[in-house]
């Protein structure tokens, strides 16, 4: 019987043969019909307008670095309180410094205005 | 040992630093300041280094002078210096011919005066510690500090292909020396200390394998100085493009230390391996001797005949050290220095006429002896020690060379005597083009004669010439122990071997009086003294 | 506990303060004294730390004369680095909170690569010190090489930081720790010296750390990186980040692997060959002085593994006195590049600096001294160093190793030359403007040219101190 990796191996193998499966059948079996109407990008249903490329604003990238940053924060807080009655008051005084460091990084954005949208 | 409590040798080394203190406090606009202040500095170190002949002892055996300093405890490194009569012959030089020089740039610097004297004071510096060192270490600091002020000198006051030479010369030279302090620690390794006093008392030598590459390393590091064929291609563009105060002091100081080396390091230290690759160099110096004079007297150039002349000259020195008697020693010795007088003394002709007519060729001159008359006469006593001329210094030290070697094997000697009729040839046909004939020139119409401070950069060497020329025996005196010792670790069994006595009827026979070491030949020119 | 680490929390309380006092003062010179307060205090704690000897938090951090020499050296030349970066920036003010905040980060980082015991400590001071350099590279918004040098650091550096990871994942595999005694006491117990994995993880953890000290073939990002950062980041990861990689390889490789000596000793003289004669060559053909710099910084590397693979006592304490007499020659020669640099990244091409000996004598003559020291020209301390690393691989039999380093010096005085060359013995060709010297740079300069000679003319109590700092 397969043991430990080797279930995983197998079950990865499998995996890989479905997706296989799936696309090597729809590709011998389905119909293939290709016409200038369905070759276009599809833009609901009317004639696309201007560049595929948009401008991303980087301000989502910047909310999106520090939602990371006090996401992993909340991580590392939700461990600590499982760790909670082992770890005391020295436990206790650690997270605080974490916790403060970061505020200060907190700080430091509100200040620089990082968190304002416009 | 000090003189009036001063360490005289540590002060000797140390005083153009001073002097260069001096100097840089020096306004940068008044020249005339510092070129007076430059050329006092340079004298009183002259002055000073007379002192030292006054402490000297002929007759002692082992290094004079003697100051041991602790400088880098946890490498073994010591501040040792000592001399004995050969380096005491070349710190004589090295001050002469440094105040020479200075006094001769008096006119020929015209701009950066200031750090102009400042290099060559500490050029100075750099010469009489290698000179002095006893320890491999500091030897080597001092050896590799003399390159970087005549790099400069080259490089900022030499002629249109100045950095291509001082380049060239740095990394040429700088390539023999490195390989020379791998030598260095290999020699540590084997005997644990660097300083030169114990190790030649310890007695015992390097395993022959180990002592050949460390002879090879030290070969390559001071046959580039020398500079033997064929490691001397750096010599000749870096002679024409120094000033003329760098060629003298390139000639005259700097390449002597390359022969110094052999006959401090090489020689005590390496016995064995200096055996066995003596007819190499031999034939390197030979070599040296008869193509340095054979392309000397194609040259329009008038520096670069005199610094293929050196070549020539050099090995010379060379011969007379790798012999391995003590005459031919002596003379190799006594030729480093008559070599240092006359060829700076030539450098100093071209620089005059340089300096009047901005060039060196030959062609551009002719029949100068009609306006320049005491130039002419100057030139001609330089050119006829250079030749080797009984009667002036060049004679002495190549006759002792000649005998020397001629003992050993005549063949060399004969080789060798070519060198010397080919060096009249090159020099006497540079002085005829130059001097006589007719003055067809225009340019040359107008030249003016030596003035008072030209002519007073020659007189010491021409008193010189003359003096070694006619009275060599103080110079040689005080060869006499280091030569002996020298001699006693390379060639054990000349000393072994009885002088030949002649008989009442011509028959000679051998003596058996094992304890002296003068030849019948040097003991014949002694009583002519 | 806490003892431990004083000057580590110094430096981040230092690092904070300079975050908060940013947002609100106007007039940022200030955050520069700051800086150097931070620094000046973190060293004081450091002198003091010596009474804390041993090890704390699990094993994990040590206090000792290793860690001690190399805090001073890396404090000291953090403090040179600010003192660069004032007159730097003193025009360009827009980013000097996060400048000098990430500045004492990585020293920070520095700090704990160095003291660390622990292979989870050493891949955090590591990250720490480098990203807090990724960031420093790319500081120059408006500057497009600075930008490019960032990405290009990052993309290597991850990378790199990748192989190192999986590295000390192969150990952990395979000694069942990551506490370097522990591992080394591990190997020696379980009689693994051959162990395929083993040796892979040795190789691993060398490519990793081998990128952060530019050794020949993990350099590629080196020339790029200093050319494009700010002069003064360029000063700081020449010879902080250097210096703290090549202790950081020191103490993995000789606590934790010293049963494997013969082996990486034979891979250390390929590649420290490689790397001399790499940087040498290639710096002959610059034509900008920091990309010359960085090139010939890539040999020191190769000159400084030479005192590695001798070893033993003379070997490491070779190595720590030229670390010590590097950090100053460098980081003079990149302080007068910036007293060049006109406040920014202007005339850092060598042929601007042809005429700089006639109109600022002083600052041609300390770059001489500083390239010649570079080069090995005694009686300054780089010759010194040299000659101390060559003769202890002399000393342990390694004289062909020897031969080619000193065959590489003589290689490089060639470029090193270059630039005297220009300074002194060509004429100017173009108007070159240079902002004129502030006093920080002016005490920069005079502190490293005075210690490029002392420690050249009396390098006693520098080797006594380099020969006590083993561990």
């Known amino acids: 019987m397969l043991t430990g990796y080797g279930a995983i191996l197998f079950y990865f193998i499998l995996v890989v043969a479905f997706a296989i499966f799936a696309l090597g059948l729809s590709h011998f079996v389905g119909k293939r019909t290709s016409s200038r109407e369905k070759l276009m990008p599809y833009e609901c249903g009317v004639d696309p307008v201007g560049t595929a490329r948009v401008k991303f604003s980087v301000k989502f990238y910047l909310i999106a670095m520090l939602f990371i940053v006090f996401d992993i924060e909340s991580v590392f807080l939700y461990a600590f309180a499982t760790v909670f009655k082992e770890l005391g008051m020295l436990g206790l005084i650690e997270i605080g410094i974490f916790i403060a460091v970061l505020v200060v990084g907190l700080a430091y954005a509100w200040g620089k205005g990082a968190l304002e949208w416009e | ?529 | ?471």
């Open chain 2, 1 to 529: 040992m000090d003189i009036a409590g001063i360490p005289i040798l540590t002060f000797l080394v140390f005083f153009p630093l001073v002097g260069i203190l001096f100097l840089l406090f020096m306004p940068s606009g008044n020249g005339k300041l510092i070129k007076w202040a430059a050329n006092i500095i340079t004298a009183l170190e002259l002055v000073f280094s007379l002192f030292l002949l006054s402490g000297f002892n002929r007759t002692v055996d082992g290094m004079q002078f003697v100051e041991r300093a602790s400088w880098i405890k946890s490498l073994d490194i010591q501040y040792l210096v000592g001399i004995d009569g050969i380096s005491l012959l070349l710190i004589l030089l090295a001050t002469l011919l440094t105040f020479l020089a200075t006094l001769s740039s008096w006119s020929a610097v015209k701009d950066r005066l200031k750090e102009y004297y400042i290099f060559m004071l500490l050029l100075e510096v750099g010469m009489i510690g290698v000179f002095v060192s006893l320890d491999f270490i500091l030897f080597y600091v001092f050896w590799e500090l003399m390159l970087v002020p005549m790099y400069f000198l080259i490089g900022i006051w030499g002629g249109e292909r100045k950095l291509y030479a001082a380049i060239k010369f740095f990394l040429y030279t700088l390539f023999g020396s490195v390989m020379m302090l791998v030598a260095i620690l290999v020699i540590y390794s084997h005997y644990g200390t660097f300083d030169l006093m114990k190790i030649m008392a310890q007695g015992n030598l390097l395993p022959m394998a180990i002592q050949s590459w460390v002879f090879l390393a030290f070969f390559l590091g001071f046959a580039i100085k020398v500079p033997m064929f064929p490691f001397h291609t750096w010599l000749p563009d870096a002679h024409v493009e120094a000033p003329t105060a760098g060629s003298v002091l390139l000639a005259g100081i700097l390449l002597k230390m390359g022969t110094y080396g052999f006959v401090r390091f090489s020689l005590p230290l390496f016995p064995d391996a200096c055996k066995k690759y003596m007819p190499y160099v031999i034939i390197l110096a030979l070599i040296s001797i008869v193509y340095g004079a054979l392309v000397s007297l194609m040259q329009k150039d008038m520096k670069k005949l005199i610094a293929y002349s050196s070549v020539s000259h050099m090995g010379f020195v060379m011969l007379g050290i790798f012999a391995f008697t003590p005459t031919a020693l002596k003379g190799a010795i006594l030729q480093m220095i008559n070599h240092g007088i006359s060829t700076g003394a030539l450098f100093l002709i071209v620089g005059i006429v340089y300096e009047r007519r901005h060039t060196r060729l030959i062609a551009e001159f002719g029949g100068l002896s009609s306006r320049m008359p005491i130039y002419a006469a100057v030139f001609l006593i330089i050119t006829m020690s250079s030749i080797g001329l009984p009667g002036l210094n060049g004679f002495i030290g190549e006759f002792m060379i000649l005998m020397g070697t001629f003992a050993v094997n005549p063949v060399w000697a004969m080789i060798a005597a070519l060198g010397i009729i080919l060096g009249a040839g090159y020099m006497l046909w540079l002085y005829q083009r130059v001097m006589f004939g007719k003055l067809e020139n225009p340019a040359n119409e107008k030249l003016s004669d030596l003035n008072l401070r030209e002519l007073a950069t020659f007189i010491p060497l021409i008193i010189l010439a003359f003096w070694i020329g006619i009275m060599p025996k103080p110079f040689l005196d005080v060869l006499d122990k280091p030569v002996e010792k020298i001699v006693k670790i390379i060639n054990p069994t000349y000393y072994d071997k009885p002088p030949l006595e002649i008989k009442k009827d011509g028959t000679p026979v051998h003596g058996g009086n094992a304890g002296s070491h003068e030849t019948p030949a040097e003991a014949h020119t002694g009583e002519v003294k």
């Open chain 3, 1 to 471: 506990m806490i003892t431990a680490i004083l000057p580590e929390i110094a430096l981040t309380v230092a690092a904070l303060l300079i975050l908060m006092v940013d947002i609100w003062l106007k007039k940022k010179v200030i955050i520069g004294y700051l800086a150097l307060v931070g620094i000046a205090a973190t060293l004081v704690l450091v002198l003091q730390s010596l009474a804390v000897e041993g090890y704390s938090f699990s094993q994990m951090i040590v206090n000792d004369n290793f860690g001690f020499f190399f805090q001073v050296l890396f404090l000291v030349a953090a403090f040179i680095t600010v003192l660069l970066s004032m007159h730097y920036f003193r025009d360009n003010t827009q980013i000097l909170g996060e400048y000098y905040s990430l500045l004492l980060f990585a020293v920070l980082g520095m700090i704990f690569m160095v003291k660390a015991t622990d292979l989870v400590m050493v891949f955090i001071g590591i990250e720490t010190l480098s990203l807090s350099v990724y960031i420093l590279s790319g500081c120059l918004r408006e500057d497009r090489r600075s930008g490019e040098a960032a990405l290009k650091y990052i993309l290597l550096g991850a990378f790199s930081t990748a192989f190192l990871l999986f590295g000390i994942a192969l150990i952990f595999g395979v000694t069942g720790t990551t506490n370097l005694n522990a591992v080394a006491a591990a190997i020696a117990g379980k009689n693994i010296l051959l162990d395929p994995m083993l040796l892979l993880a040795m190789v691993m953890l060398l490519v990793g750390i081998g990128f952060k000290i530019s050794l020949v073939p993990f350099h590629m990002w080196t020339p790029d990186v200093y050319e494009g950062a700010p002069t003064p980041v360029t000063a700081f990861m020449s010879v902080g980040v250097k210096a703290a990689a090549l202790a950081v390889f020191l103490r993995v490789f000789l606590m934790a692997l010293p049963l494997l000596n013969p082996t990486w000793r034979h891979l250390l003289v390929g590649i420290s060959v490689l790397t001399m004669t790499v940087g040498n060559i290639i710096a002959i053909s610059q034509d900008n002085i920091k990309r010359m710099l960085a090139y010939s910084s890539i040999a020191h590397a190769g000159y400084l593994l030479i005192g590695m693979i001798a070893g033993g006592e003379t070997g490491i304490s070779s190595m720590l006195y030229y670390l010590v007499v590097y950090t100053f020659m460098n980081l003079g020669a990149f302080a007068v590049v910036i007293a060049f640099g006109n406040k920014g990244e202007d005339n850092l091409a060598i042929s601007d600096y042809a005429g700089l000996g006639s109109r600022f004598p002083a600052l041609a003559f300390v770059m001489t001294l500083f390239m010649l020291s570079l080069a090995g020209i005694p009686p300054l301390s780089g010759f010194m160093g040299k000659f101390y690393i060559f003769s202890a691989a002399v000393k342990e039999g390694y004289i062909g190793l020897a031969v080619i380093g000193v065959i590489n010096s003589l290689i490089s005085v060639y470029y090193y030359l270059r630039v005297t060359v220009m300074m002194y013995m060509k004429k100017p060709e173009r108007e070159i403007i240079v902002a004129p010297v502030q006093p920080g740079l002016l005490l920069t300069l005079v502190i490293t040219a005075f210690l490029t000679l002392q420690i050249g003319l009396f390098p006693s109590f520098y080797l006594e101190l380099a020969r006590a700092s083993l561990f």
